[in-house]
């Protein structure tokens, strides 16, 4: 049958993924990314550790960085997205760049990692102040704020669940409940004593100073696309997530736009201030 009359198929950019071993969620990068965008996988080699600083470091080492990037260049992507949060923040600021620069010489296209795309994606909605949601244990969760803390960003209130495996399966529900816990956390740490002297107007400026301007929910394992919407209705502030900031990056390395419905990052319109306590659901 002649189908020369379809004109297909249409061309197509590529990026390139390179993922930790236990990275479950490929379909939840594809919901950001256009139809005239593929993305091309491939996960670092499997290692019998759970989530942790260790494993952090293990999936992030430049030479299992540079086999990856190595394999990729058979279907030459354009760019090239590390998708993981802890293995780019455990090393630091610095760390995360030399990840970049390690991937760029194997690929020899741009490279950008979560953990720096985080910092582009605050930067770009001027934020400074955020709460923060992880999955990870003590350890793990710490190592994230010390890397915010030496990139400037200050870490106003934060959940964390714990978990060293199997995070891919955290409900929808789980997450926003983790959310909502982050953010009050931080309005209630704001909030100073209403000694009788104290004017209204103070009391609020106050509670705005310690106010998040933001919400990050990280780890690229935890699934978080459809509660983005929700969350930022809820809380009227940006809420950013490991996935969403990964793929916003890379897809602006290639000077197109993700796609995703009510979400800051990705639309203007969709662009709130900062909530005050009184005025957070739940509040009391």
């Known amino acids: 049958m002649d189908v020369s009359f379809l004109g297909g198929p249409r061309p197509q950019r590529g990026i390139g993924v390179v993922a930790p071993f236990d990275f479950a969620l490929d379909r939840e990068l594809w919901r950001w990314v256009p139809d005239d965008v593929s993305l091309h996988l491939t996960r670092t080699p499997f290692v019998p550790v759970e989530v942790s600083l260790d494993l952090a470091r293990l999936v992030s080492e ?12 058979a279907v030459a992507p354009e760019v090239v997205a590390y998708a993981c949060t802890s293995g780019s923040f455990v090393g630091g600021v610095a760390g995360e ?10 690929g020899a296209v741009p490279s950008l ?35 915010l803390a030496e990139a400037g960003i200050t870490v106003t209130g934060r959940a964390f669940m714990g978990l060293t495996r199997h995070i891919w399966k955290v409900p929808y529900r789980d997450v926003v409940g983790m959310a909502h816990q982050a953010v ?12 009788e002297t104290v004017r209204a107007e103070t009391v609020r400026a106050e509670a705005a100073r310690g106010a998040a301007d933001a919400l990050f929910i990280s780890c690229t394992n935890l699934p978080t696309y459809d509660v983005i919407p929700q969350l930022e209705a809820e809380l009227r502030i940006p809420v950013l997530s490991a996935n969403q900031v990964t793929m916003w990056a890379a897809l602006r390395q290639l000077g197109t736009r993700a796609v995703g419905p009510y979400q800051a990052l990705l639309d203007e319109s969709a662009r709130r201030g900062p909530v005050l306590p009184e005025e957070q659901e739940g509040w009391a």
Do not use: F, W
Request: proline share 3%; net charge positive; charged share 20%.
């Open 62 to 73: 430049h030479e299992t960085l540079g086999d990856a990037v190595r394999a990729l260049n």
């Open 97 to 106: 760049r030399a990840m970049c620069a390690a991937m760029t010489r194997a």
């Open 113 to 147: 990692t979560t953990s720096g795309a985080l910092l582009a994606a605050l930067e770009e909605l001027g934020a400074r102040r955020i709460a923060l949601v992880t999955p990870y244990t003590v350890s793990v969760t710490q190592s994230l704020e010390k890397y």
């Open 184 to 195: 009050r956390g931080a309005a209630a740490r704001a909030e100073p004593g209403r000694a």
